[in-house]
């Protein structure tokens, strides 16, 4: 008879999988041994094991998680039937809230999925594909006049290129909000920097350039 799940097993799991994630970022998928993430963990090498058999599983538990979830932030989103420009504003605005605690998952995402096995690294990259249809379908509905079949990615990708890289320089601590900063590409992408809000930053030039850095 298998042995029932402690009631807790899926919150330790998902324990587990964070601060591995945080391990990775910090140190580099190839680097970080089982070992060294259950040291992360304040857990037995054997604890690991009971709850992924390998840190391949590990990997690809955390990328398959967070793409699914950022897929579900933004389907959320969609299935307001908001007009489009408000559907737009609010998938932004969702993307960048969950950004301001998930830069060691968006980390992993862009410099790890390469060590994936070629099924797994598929399914994470549909899923990414996911999340880019699903907001290119928003900005077809918004700028009908603008995006076709030919630029719809490219288009797509050059917003999502305003906000994906954030998790490298945009602190929780600086002179800008994840908020702030969504309200800023939203104003940039929809009227242009003639007609945007920049927000104001606190303290001295210097001081601000500092701040941005990770």
Same mark, same amino acid.
Request: glycine share 4%; aromatic share 8%.
């Given at each position: ?59 690809? $538990? ?12 933004? $389907? ?139």
């Amino acid at each position: 008879m298998a042995r029932p799940r402690a009631a807790d097993y899926d919150q330790h799991r998902a324990r587990i999988l964070q601060r591995a994630v945080h391990a990775f970022a910090r140190s580099g998928y190839p680097s970080a041994s089982m070992a060294d993430l259950a040291q992360e963990c304040g857990a037995s090498k054997a604890t690991l094991y009971h709850y992924f058999p390998s840190k391949d599983a590990l990997l690809f $538990e955390a990328l398959d998680t967070y793409t699914q979830r950022l897929l579900a932030l933004v $389907e959320t989103e969609k299935a307001r039937s908001l007009p489009a420009n408000e559907e737009l504003s609010a998938i932004v605005r969702a993307l960048m809230a969950e950004y301001q605690t998930s830069h060691a998952y968006h980390a992993a995402l862009l410099n790890d999925v390469k060590f994936l096995a070629e099924d797994e690294m598929q399914r994470i990259r549909s899923q990414e594909r996911a999340v880019v249809d699903a907001i290119a379908s928003t900005l077809e509905r918004a700028y009908p006049d603008a995006l076709d079949a030919h630029n719809r990615v490219v288009v797509t990708m050059a917003l999502l290129g305003m906000i994906n890289f954030t998790f490298t320089w945009l602190r929780p601590d600086g002179p800008v909000s994840h908020e702030q900063f969504a309200g800023l590409v939203i104003d940039l992408w929809s009227s242009g920097l003639a007609g945007a809000r920049i927000p104001l930053l606190q303290g001295s030039t210097r001081e601000q350039a500092v701040r941005f850095e990770r």
